[in-house]
């Protein structure tokens, strides 16, 4: 009985402290005391457990980035028909002033082009990215005057939407345009290497700053996780 408290006890401390220690017992029939190891190794255990906290955090930053890069395949799919392309069909179809166009993205891959009517009324049509034929075209019941407001914003423009993106294709191949109207409005065109603001009057194209901004943060983030 003394002998199984005595390595009770020395092995609780041996847990407490980490390491290894020597457990001495004695017999009440006289024998000699008996030495016994135990190896404690609490601190092997910690640094499996970081080990895996590790390889965890890594497959989860694998699988993201995986799954953004799929996301954007599937954004930029091939057309055989191009932006400028599309937003022509979509007026063909339905008469107004186009503020926007972009890729659909519930598998179709459809050009999705916004227009705007005199009265503010929108529509949205859809037009097929290989045979630029318009398959869909529906009237936005929403009673925000975001048409209205983007009619104003294009008062005196004498790039259109069409324009735009022709302008923005000679930086990559056009997967969206949009109306910015934050700040000084201006075409704002997204594509295959990057974001570019379109000048409303002149058709200048710039490199979007706020792009910039977004791809150096990104980058950040990266050096971050690599410390």
Do not use: C, F
């Not at 107004?96 to 916004?114: L, Q």
């Amino acid at each position: 009985m003394k002998r199984n408290i005595v390595i009770a006890t020395v092995t609780a401390a041996a847990l407490v402290g980490g390491g290894t220690v020597a457990a001495y017992a004695s017999a009440d029939d006289g024998n000699a005391p008996t030495q016994r190891q135990t190896n404690v190794r609490v601190t092997d255990d910690d640094r499996n457990d970081d080990a895996d906290d590790r390889n965890d955090d890594a497959t989860d930053d694998r699988s993201d980035a995986a799954d953004d890069r799929n996301d954007d395949a599937t954004e930029v799919r091939p057309s055989k028909i191009s932006a400028a392309d599309a937003i022509a069909a979509a007026l063909k179809n339905t008469p107004g002033t186009a503020v926007s166009a972009d890729r659909d993205d519930d598998g179709a891959g459809a050009w999705d082009v916004n227009v705007v009517k005199g009265d503010g009324t929108e529509y949205n049509v859809q037009v097929s990215p290989d045979t630029a034929k318009v398959v869909g075209a529906q009237r936005d019941d929403d009673d925000d005057n975001d048409g209205r407001e983007d009619l104003a914003a294009l008062k005196g423009a004498s790039v259109d939407a069409r324009e735009a993106a022709e302008a923005g294709a000679a930086k990559g191949t056009v997967t969206d345009v949009d109306l910015d109207d934050d700040g000084p409005a201006a075409w704002s065109v997204e594509t295959t290497k990057g974001e570019w603001k379109v000048d409303l009057k002149t058709g200048k194209v710039t490199q979007d700053h706020d792009d910039d901004t977004a791809q150096d943060n990104a980058q950040d983030d990266r050096d971050g996780d690599d410390d």
